[in-house]
């Protein structure tokens, strides 16, 4: 099956940008998406990118998409204190299941 | 703005009991998903459903867990007889369903359980 990989850990000081790294070894996905999940929460949908496309901006998010490599990544542009959160990487496969990384972890420092 | 119901948030069990967590979708989506979280891990996926019937429950253990949607809106995921392994968090998400869409899954805020 799908086998999606983040690394565990990102530390930034704010106002710096943030980039959250993903691999993925299954390429038939038609979306992979983005959430983030605050302590003890739900998963809040960040933003998604179509596998045909290279690039997304969201206001200070910027989706890239590498498909001969299987690499998605999410970059935060002036990160801030309240983007400390757990960020997941989600690979939209048949029957619109969806498999998720492990999950990253941003600490944002003052 | 619509959001997805569940409850309880927290649940404290000793382990051979039976547990039972509820799940209302956002109303209007067909389909239903339950996740199971354990602590530093990404969520997988147990049971999905489409209006009342199951699509996928290959990842959910049927011995002692079992899950209903019976009218097709809400949800109940049971588990009988609780583990210590259980121990997670449960997410219910939903979404509409349209395979022709992006089909966005809105995720609650999850039911903790600690199985002592």
């Known amino acids: 099956g799908e086998d999606v990989e983040q690394s565990l850990f990102l530390s930034v000081r704010e106002g710096d940008s943030s980039v959250i790294n993903c691999t993925y070894t299954?390429?038939?996905?038609?979306?992979l998406y983005w959430y983030k999940q605050e302590p003890g929460a739900g998963l809040q949908l960040l933003t998604y990118?179509?596998?045909?496309?290279d690039m997304k901006q969201d206001q200070r998010l910027t989706v890239l998409l590498n498909k001969k490599d299987k690499h998605l990544s999410l970059r935060i542009a002036d990160t801030q204190t309240g983007d400390s959160a757990i960020y997941f990487c989600?690979?939209?496969?048949?029957?619109?299941?969806?498999?998720f990384g492990g999950g990253t972890r941003l600490m944002v420092k003052p | 703005e619509a959001e997805v119901a569940q409850s309880p948030r927290y649940k404290i069990t000793e382990k051979s009991q039976a547990v039972a967590f509820w799940c209302d979708p956002i109303?209007?989506?067909?389909?239903l998903y339950w996740y199971r979280q354990i602590l530093g891990q990404g969520p997988e996926l147990l049971v999905q459903?489409?209006?009342?019937?199951?699509?996928?429950d290959s990842q959910l253990p049927k011995d002692r867990f079992s899950a209903e949607r019976l009218k097709g809106v809400d949800s109940t995921l049971k588990i009988q007889p609780a583990e210590l392994g259980d121990s997670a968090m449960y997410l219910c998400?939903?979404?509409?369903?349209?395979?022709?869409?992006?089909?966005?899954?809105?995720f609650g805020a999850g039911t903790r359980l600690s199985v002592l």
């Open positions: 998400a939903s979404s509409l369903g349209d395979r022709l869409a992006k089909n966005i899954q809105y």
């Open positions: 299954d390429s038939s996905s038609t979306y």
């Open positions: 990118i179509f596998s045909n496309m």
């Open positions: 989600a690979m939209g496969g048949a029957g619109n299941m969806l498999t």
């Open positions: 109303s209007g989506h067909a389909t």
């Open positions: 459903f489409q209006d009342e019937s199951v699509v996928d």
